[in-house]
């Protein structure tokens, strides 16, 4: 396959192309006369899966370009994205220091946060109230000190979503337009969970890139539509900014907010419920932090015929499995098992 963007400097990373996969039992229960598919960017690996592999390929291309022997990011302590940089850099022998923000539930050494301590990674943990208003200066002495340590580091903002990163889901897109060829699917929404806006903003610019006939919907998990909306255009400006070779498309982002429920990382009982069910119909299990809330926005709006005038409904399954081991009471709870 080859592509008429000028890719920057990308690692081989991610298995892909992921599978695009019907769920016929889902389509059943849940579609209204539509067909439900999903790409599957859960299979990008095995620990190293999900979507934060896309970005990391052309993250840690750059920072191998740089000469750059660290990798510093930030999240929370159950974060995809820190586990799925610490494992890169385990890959690729590099350091990786991690910024997380304390989490409520008492399971702190369970999932990703065990991932990225047998990956090696070295970490800071910060009250969730002291996080986000100390990063900037946290950043600051950490790059100051790895620096003067002769280990450089390349400092990765929160969820690898910034101009570097938006690439993975461009090319993502690119790698769509086979999938949608291949499965005779001529016209559909691509609806996925948005928590750092990076795949929203990647998935949107490609899909104006490559012309597909598919209309992107993030669903949010935190904050609201107006703000990844703003984010989306204004990170996508950013990456015209940055980047000569990308084609001046003009995005006009679409985020949904009616499935955020209590909050990131917090997620209602019906979030598990449907969680459980899908996981028995397809065998698929999404999570309760991104995957899992997302899903049931898009549910939720085929019950309501936002989605009327389409067949094809695509969800974007971008990972977080390790994610359902710090809600273990509660999905136990949902399959109708005592914990
Ligand atoms: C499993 C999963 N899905 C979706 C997202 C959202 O991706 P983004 O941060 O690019 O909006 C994340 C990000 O943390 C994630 O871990």
Redesign the pocket.
Known sequence: MSSQLDYPPRLKLARIPTPLQLLPRASKRWGAGKRLWMKRDDLTGSALT???IRKLEFIAAHALEQGLSTLVTC?GVH???CRATALVAAQLGLDCHLVLRADDEPEQHTGNFLLDQLAGASYEIWPAGEWAGNLKKIYARLESEFKASGRPALMIPT?G?DSLGVWGYIAAAEELRWDLEESRIERGVLA?????????TGLSAGVAIFDLPLQVIGYA?CDDAEWFNRRVSSDWQASLARWAQLPRVELVPHTRDHSVGPGYGRADASVYELIAELTRLEGIPL?P???GKAFQGVLADIRNDFYDDVDDIIFVH???VF?LFAHEPQLLAAAGRAS
Not at 192 to 198: C, N
């Open positions: 999900g979507n934060k999240g974060s995809n994205h969820g979503s996925l969970a948005t928590g750092s806006a990076g795949t929203q998990v999570d932090v991104y995957t971008t990972g977080g994610g």
